[in-house]
């Protein structure tokens, strides 16, 4: 069992950048691999950005590739998701969730075991 908290979440004008965290406790945070997700209202949640357990292999969707980077450091536990270039179709609840299988980078909801309750970022124009 792994618990998963976000923070980070904001408004920001277009253009604009945050960076937010997602902090687990439980069990070793170095044996799953991590994704970010988000759900704008109305929407399905949708696939953002993963990465294997060491951070040596990450994968994005098409529409945040190039602004968006994840990154994770295993010494504390964490999992970061720098969003540069924002825009307000960015707009959601972002989530983090862990996947068991360290090595997987999957872009399905139903893949990943845990999840964090979310933080809402909010672009304006």
């Known amino acids: 069992q792994v618990q998963l908290v976000e923070s980070g979440g904001g408004t920001v004008q277009a253009g604009g950048s945050l960076r937010l965290s997602c902090a687990a406790s439980?069990?070793?945070?170095?044996?799953?691999?991590m994704g970010w997700f988000r759900q704008a209202p109305g929407k399905e949640r949708e696939f953002v950005a993963a990465?294997?357990?060491?951070?040596?292999?990450?994968y994005y969707a098409d529409s945040v590739e190039g602004r968006f980077t994840i990154s994770r450091d295993n010494a504390k536990d964490t999992v970061h998701l720098q969003m540069n270039s924002l825009k307000p179709e960015d707009t959601a609840v972002y989530y983090c969730?862990?996947?068991?299988?360290?090595?997987?980078?999957?872009?399905?909801?139903?893949?990943?075991?845990?999840w964090g309750q979310g933080t809402q970022v909010t672009v304006s124009s």
């Open positions: 439980g069990r070793t945070f170095s044996s799953y691999a």
């Open positions: 969730a862990a996947l068991k299988t360290p090595l997987r980078i999957l872009v399905r909801t139903v893949q990943y075991d845990y």
């Open positions: 990465m294997i357990w060491s951070g040596g292999s990450t």
